[in-house]
């Protein structure tokens, strides 16, 4: 029955992630360390850059917080200090590099995933990764040009999966 059916199959979508090293993990020098966790799962890095960023588009990638206590401050921080930012390629990857960033409060975010290892308070949590395909979709249109993110497949991809 498809709903049994739905339940039972894993589907093997390949997706595209925005993800972000924030200010907090530059400084402290873990951006090597967040990114052999990704690289090490098997998740390709099609895009990749520095960015030091300017207020508008970090209001722009916040504008779904527009209007909580926790925006101005969010702003200010990812504007603070310069960030990575990257696409991220994988099966299911929108999903799975949620996963291994654990819970938003790195105080709750289980040991074993980057926040939880990494991080101690809310407002300084590590990493960022986009929270479904819509918005995976439009956080790479936000902060990628289509030049800028490489079509390439990586050597071990075949045994990744059956
Ligand atoms: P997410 O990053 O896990 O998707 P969101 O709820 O979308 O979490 O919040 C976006 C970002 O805003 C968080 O990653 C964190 O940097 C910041 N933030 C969210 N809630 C708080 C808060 O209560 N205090 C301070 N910062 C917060
Ligand atoms: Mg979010």
């Given at each position: 029955?498809?709903?049994?059916?739905?339940?039972?199959?894993?589907?093997?979508?390949?997706?595209?992630?925005?993800?972000?090293?924030?200010?907090?993990?530059?400084?402290?020098?873990?951006?090597?360390?967040?990114?052999?966790?990704?690289?090490?799962?098997?998740?390709?890095?099609?895009?990749?850059?520095?960015?030091?960023?300017?207020?508008?588009?970090a209001?722009?990638?916040?504008?779904?917080?527009?209007?909580?206590?926790?925006?101005?401050?969010?702003?200010?921080?990812?504007?603070?200090?310069?960030?990575?930012?990257?696409?991220?390629?994988?099966?299911?990857a929108?999903?799975?590099?949620?996963?291994?960033m654990?819970k938003?409060?790195?105080?709750?975010?289980?040991?074993?995933t980057?926040?939880?290892?990494?991080?101690?308070?809310?407002g300084?949590?590590?990493?960022?990764?986009?929270?479904?395909?819509?918005?995976?979709?439009?956080?790479?249109?936000?902060?990628?040009?289509?030049?800028?993110i490489?079509?390439?497949?990586?050597?071990?991809?075949?045994?990744?999966?059956?």
């Amino acid at each position: 029955m498809s709903y049994l059916t739905s339940k039972m199959v894993t589907i093997m979508v390949k997706e595209r992630t925005f993800v972000m090293i924030k200010p907090d993990a530059v400084q402290r020098g873990l951006v090597g360390k967040v990114i052999q966790r990704f690289e090490d799962k098997g998740i390709k890095i099609v895009a990749i850059k520095m960015v030091s960023v300017k207020r508008e588009l970090a209001e722009q990638h916040y504008g779904i917080h527009k209007g909580k206590p926790f925006f101005e401050p969010t702003v200010n921080y990812i504007t603070s200090s310069p960030v990575v930012a990257m696409v991220l390629e994988g099966i299911g990857a929108i999903e799975m590099v949620r996963n291994m960033m654990g819970k938003t409060d790195p105080q709750k975010a289980d040991m074993g995933t980057i926040r939880g290892d990494f991080g101690q308070s809310i407002g300084r949590n590590i990493v960022h990764g986009s929270d479904g395909p819509d918005t995976a979709k439009f956080e790479i249109n936000l902060w990628f040009k289509p030049e800028e993110i490489s079509n390439f497949t990586r050597i071990d991809e075949e045994w990744l999966t059956e």
